[in-house]
């Protein structure tokens, strides 16, 4: 279609010009200024010249081509790291439990506060313990106290059971003292004859007291105690002018069966080690000026003191032929006869303390009956007594050291125990009371280091511990 209309235009454009060429033929003559031929432009310009062609551009030369870069050497392929092993799934973390809560107890409980030493001087460390009775698994406590400011100094408070966990509070203001303790987790706290010892110093010489006003415990069978309005209180005396006396009347070396006695009582804790060996018992060969007690006890006997000393104060007697037998044994009946003769103890006579073997009437009827309200002596399985059982050198300790509460005695270790070398034959009961009584200065073992838990106590032995347990703090028996 394109093609077909070019060509007519192509067409039409020849036609109009030979029409104009033929007419100026035909009007004869040249064509001048003035009679132009129609049809053709008059301001045609002339063709130009052609231009000249460029030159053509030299060819650029060829770029030299580089030379090839040395090949690098292949890196090493990195090893595949090794598969992580899957974490253990943890165990699902345990729901705490939450404590019960605290529930009173039913026992009836008291506190105490003793002296373990009762002779001081302006500077020296004063002791004050504080005990609980009866014995009780202490979980946590707190006790209020005060004492005068003017002659004491607080130091601090010792908790032989606490652990790295527990948590202690002191606060003292002004001769107002708040001591509290707490065990942190499940834990059962070891039963102890002390539930705190707290440490003064003796600022000045001269008279003063520290009174124990409440005291509040919670055991670990999650009950509790409250005792307020207490009101108890120790003396203590400073002195000024004479000095400190280190070493007290000494009580005798342990004869007979290696037993209770040997070894002095010292007013101010010592250590020392290893087992004491008894004094030799010396017979004097000129005539005592002053006539003994006993026929058979002269002034040179090791437990001479002790018996003479029990013996004034009514506390232990000898026979009727005036001689005391030293070196017999003692029954069960005459050492629970001692025992109740100790003086300062209240007891209930109505409570219940029947033996089968025990009958009214007999001599040491009330004595054992005593010592079994007292809870120092008690029955076999079979509900006897055996009053005329010789009684053991361990059965004796056990018995003295159940009566440090009664008789307010704090029996404080004034040496470092030791070990028996016929440990294993002590029997469980007796095992905590011959281990206080040892540190305490009260009894001893024989000289090769035994004990002897199972051989039968002599008069002689047992007069001698008894009277180191009264003197034990400081006692009215010097």
Sequence with gaps: ????????????????????????????????????????????????????PTEPTKP???????????????????????????????????????????????????????????????????????????????????TELKFDLSKLEYKKSDIKYADDDSIKIEKDLNGELLVAFTQVGDKKTEVSETVVTLEFSAKTSGDSNVTLKAFKAVFSDMTYCTLNDL????????????????????????????????????????????????????????????????????????????????????????????????????????????????????YNPNLAAEFSDVSDGEWYTEAVRKAAQLGI??????????????ITREEASAVIERGKLIWGKPLKAIRENCEFEDESGISDFAKHAVDVLYSAGVINGSSDGYFNPRSEITRAEAAAMIYRFINSDGGDLK
């Design 1 to 52: 279609m394109k093609k077909l209309l070019c060509t007519v235009l192509i067409a039409a454009m020849l036609t109009q010009g030979g029409a104009a060429f033929a007419q100026n033929e035909v009007g004869g003559g040249k064509a001048t200024e003035n009679n132009k031929p129609t049809g053709i432009s008059s301001d045609l310009t002339e063709p130009t010249e052609p231009t000249k």
């Design 60 to 142: 650029t030369e060829p770029t030299k081509p580089t030379e090839p870069t040395e090949p690098t050497e292949p890196t090493e392929p990195t090893k595949p790291t090794e598969p992580t092993k899957p974490t253990e799934p943890t165990e699902p973390t345990k729901p705490t439990k939450i404590p019960p809560l605290p529930v009173k107890s039913e026992t009836q409980f008291s506190a105490e506060m003793t002296l373990p030493v009762n002779d001081f001087k302006a500077g020296d460390t004063v002791y004050v313990d504080i005990s609980l009775a009866p014995r009780n698994e202490i979980y946590a406590f707190e």
């Design 231 to 346: 009101k108890k209180y120790v003396n203590i005396s400073v002195k000024s002018d004479e000095p400190v006396k280190e070493d007290r009347p000494s009580s005798g070396g342990g004869g007979g069966r290696g037993g209770a006695g040997g070894g002095s009582f010292s007013g101010r804790p010592t250590t020392t080690t290893g087992v004491e060996k008894p004094d030799e018992p010396k017979i004097s060969e000129e005539p005592d000026e002053e006539k003994s007690l006993y026929s058979d006890v002269n002034k040179s006997f090791w437990a001479y003191e002790a018996i003479s000393k029990l013996a004034e104060s009514g506390i232990i007697n000898g026979y009727e032929d005036n001689s005391f037998k030293p070196e017999a044994p003692i029954t069960r009946a005459e050492f629970a006869k001692i025992m109740s003769l100790i003086p300062n103890v209240k």
């Design 377 to 390: 002596m008690g029955g076999d399985t079979d509900g006897g007594f055996r009053p005329e059982s010789n």
